[in-house]
């Protein structure tokens, strides 16, 4: 039988079980995303079908999939495809058109409609353990978290921002929340002053901040989503090593500090001189984030106050940081999306 296997994990691990290979395709080949994208489409019926947390895992591990296997083999050979599936972090499209988790439950079926309960969108062990730590250290906090929320993601899947791009996004963050700031003081900086004092700043602006600061005249809306890039800010200056911890997202950052960060060093010192965190710290702050996150809209969506005093803002441009950190949908900072 064909089948084709949707791996998570960065490295090329080829079929190492009896079977003959078709085919294989890694991220950087275009056609890989646009099938990827298709098969998105298909799972959720292009947005029809109701969200559950099964497709939700499903389409995640779709959207992180970075190589992709096509293979002819004998059904003598599955239990041997499932060892070689847990081991590469594989879900499986079947000749049957469902997708199904490494031991072969159903994971979609959209012909015949059906879910095996037991079906399991498989993790990375590391993803795994920092999810269960996390949510363990949330309840001692009194914030709440399901435990079928999918973890985020593993040492193994992810890629990661350069420290020097991640320095340029600070350079850019900081110049769009220093306008936001004087515009909404009622003394505006003029955007040609903010580009004598920081040139370096204006290579790095996206298509949004840059019609940010051409505008003289922005609406309150607009100058208050960017005055909350202070936050964002404050997430990647730690990712920088540049504070020793990352603070409860209970109240807003300390801007002086976050601002004082950034003065105290040169544009050229914070692209070519700064470095990351280990990755481990990194995905620990990702996965809290994303679970406090999820509680913070889950008491939203009931009508209840956030848990132990979350600020949903704070953790929303945290989010969007460490996402775009971890290249998440391999999207730009300004289409960065914080699903929880």
Not at 87 to 105: E, Q, W, Y
Not at 252 to 281: F, H, K, N, W
């Amino acid at each position: 039988m064909i089948v084709t296997a949707y791996s998570t994990l960065r490295q090329d691990s080829q079929p190492d079980f009896p079977c003959e290979i078709l085919e294989t395709k890694s991220r950087q080949n275009s056609d890989l995303v646009g099938h990827l994208n298709s098969v998105m489409g298909w799972a959720c019926d292009f947005g029809k079908l109701e969200m559950t947390q099964t497709l939700f895992a499903v389409l995640q591990h779709l959207e992180r999939t970075r190589n992709w296997y096509q293979f002819d083999v004998m059904r003598d050979d599955l239990d041997a495809m499932t060892a070689w599936g847990i081991k590469t972090n594989s879900i499986f499209g079947m000749p049957d058109r469902s997708l199904r988790d490494p031991k072969g439950a159903v994971l979609v079926d959209r012909e015949n409609d059906s879910v095996d309960e037991e079906a399991r969108v498989p993790h990375p062990i590391d993803a795994v353990e920092r999810s269960i730590a996390n949510r363990k250290l949330l309840a001692d906090r009194g914030i709440d978290v399901m435990e079928d929320l999918p973890p985020s993601i593993g040492e193994d899947e992810v890629i990661l921002r350069s420290a020097d791009e991640v320095g340029w996004r600070t350079l850019a963050l900081f110049i769009v929340a220093v306008r936001a700031e004087s515009l909404a003081s009622g003394n505006p900086i003029a955007s040609e002053q903010l580009r004598s004092k920081s040139p370096m700043s204006f290579e790095a602006l996206t298509p949004s901040e840059q019609a940010f600061l051409e505008n003289d005249g922005p609406d309150q809306q607009t100058v208050v989503n960017f005055a909350w890039r202070y936050e964002a800010l404050y997430a990647l200056q730690w990712a920088l090593g540049l504070h020793a911890e990352l603070k409860s997202p209970t109240e807003i950052c300390d801007v002086p500090a976050v601002a004082e960060t950034m003065v105290d060093r040169s544009d050229r010192e914070l692209v070519t001189e700064t470095r990351l965190r280990p990755v481990d710290e990194l995905l620990d702050a990702l996965d809290l984030n994303y679970q406090m996150l999820w509680a913070a809209r889950q008491a939203k969506t009931q009508g209840r106050e956030t848990p132990a005093g979350l600020d949903g803002g704070v953790l929303v441009e945290r989010q969007h940081a460490l996402n775009w950190l971890i290249c998440f949908a391999g999207a730009d900072w300004d289409d960065v999306d914080t699903p929880s």
